[in-house]
């Protein structure tokens, strides 16, 4: 198993940017694909971006639009979500999440286990 704990959320306003951290613990993290995940108030939590076990290939959801950098330290066993140029859509829970065994891991498919997430919220 592996346990995670994110961190870096907070009120921010539009145009600004933040950088959430996700702090692994448990089995070795690089043998997991990372990804963030977000649920916004009244809505279904989605798919944000994606990192594979060496950090050499992403993915990210369309809403992105380059505005987001996910990367991973597998030394420090922390993954990171950078983002600019924050709006008031972004606000939402974001959730980091750890897949051992995916063929879909890039597009948000086969995620096991989950962080308990972290508050973003961007004022207009």
């Known amino acids: 198993q592996v346990q995670l704990v994110e961190s870096g959320g907070g009120l921010v306003q539009a145009g600004g940017s933040l950088r959430l951290s996700c702090a692994a613990s448990?089995?070795?993290?690089?043998?997991?694909?990372m990804a963030w995940f977000r649920q916004g108030p009244g809505k279904e939590r989605e798919f944000v971006a994606a990192?594979?076990?060496?950090?050499?290939?992403?993915n990210y959801a369309d809403f992105v639009e380059g505005r987001f950098t996910i990367t991973r330290d597998n030394a420090k066993n922390t993954v990171y979500l950078q983002m600019y140029s924050l709006k008031p859509e972004d606000t939402a829970v974001y959730y980091c999440?750890?897949?051992?065994?995916?063929?879909?891991?890039?597009?948000?498919?086969?995620?096991?286990?989950w962080g308990q997430g972290t508050q973003v919220t961007v004022s207009s």
């Open positions: 448990g089995r070795t993290f690089s043998s997991y694909a």
């Open positions: 999440a750890a897949a051992l065994d995916s063929d879909y891991y890039l597009v948000g498919v086969g995620y096991d286990y």
């Open positions: 990192v594979s076990w060496g950090g050499t290939t992403t």
